[in-house]
C-alpha cells in the first residue's frame, strides 16, 4: 500500500512503500534528463505532465510538479504507477547493478566528518520532508551541499540550510566555519 505525505514544499509529495524502492541509496533524476535514462519506471514517471523532478530512497520516492499541475490529478497516477510495478516486479525500482559506485578511499578526515554528519544527523531529517542532501565539496571551511528532492526550490530550504545544516556541522566539525547551496 502507498501512503503519502506532504513536505514542507507545496509542490513537492512524498510517497511511501512498505517494499523497498531503492536499494542504492537516494537518487534525483530530472525532467531535462529523461533521454539518458535507461529505467523505464522513472521515465514515464517523468513524462506524466507536470512532473519535474523524482527523488527515489529506500522506502519513498519524493515528485516535484510544476506550479500549473495539480495534486489532485497527478497523486492517483503516480500511486498506480508504483502499485503496478510493484504487482509485476519483485525487486526494487533502482538495483545496485544499475548505478555505478565511486569510492573515494583518500578523504581527508575533515571532509569524512562533514560527510558522516550529514549521513546520521541532517539526512534522515531531510528524508522525512522527501529530501536529500548531498555532499559536493570542502574548501577553505566552506561545505558545499546540494539540496534534492522536495528540498530543492522549497521556500524553507535556504534556513534549513543556515539554521539547520549550518549549524549542526559547525557543531560536530570544527573546521567547517559555512554551508553553501551548490
Known sequence: MIQTET???PNSLKFLSEKIISDVGTEEFQKGEIKNLSNPFIKELLEFKGVELVLLSKN???VK???AAS???LKPMVISHLNHYFE???EPILRESEKSKSTDN???ETVKKIIDVLDTKIRPAVARDGG???FKSFDNGVVKVELQGSCSGCPSSLMTLKQGVQN???HYVKEVNSVEAS
Open 7 to 9: 513536505t514542507p514544499n
Open 60 to 62: 519513498f520516492l519524493s
Open 65 to 67: 510538479k510544476t506550479d
Open 71 to 73: 495534486w489532485s490529478d
Open 88 to 90: 509485476n516486479n519483485k
Open 106 to 108: 583518500n578523504k581527508d
Open 132 to 134: 536529500d542532501i548531498k
Open 168 to 170: 549542526l556541522l559547525k
